[in-house]
């Protein structure tokens, strides 16, 4: 899972308008590992939270403050996705103020 964070650091660095102005299909490349990497996020958060439990539990899953954390990184990198899905299927323009969304 380090592993899967430090190339998604790599991706939200190459997730610029230069780089895709410079390689068109570097989008499809960024999008497609993002979407590897937020399925295996999701998939360990789930799998602890069937562990831990979510509420009840010796150590619940929302109580723990690292899993609450990992649990907001997760549903950032689902907005990232998503909005990449709507800037390439030109729902939303490419780069917008909605972009913001991936700063965090």
Known sequence: MRSCAF???IMVCLNTPKTF????NA????FSVDLIIT???TAEMIAKMHIRGILKGEVPYLKDHWCQF????VFLHWVSVILMVFEMSAIV???S???ILRAP
Not at 21 to 24: A, I, T, Y
Not at 70 to 73: E, F, H, I, L, P
């Open 70 to 73: 990992d649990a907001a990184m």
């Open 21 to 24: 102005e410079r390689h068109p």
């Open 7 to 9: 190339v998604s650091l």
């Open 27 to 30: 989008q499809y490349f960024v």
């Open 93 to 95: 323009p490419r780069f």
């Open 97 to 99: 103020y909605l972009s």
């Open 39 to 41: 399925v295996m996020f």
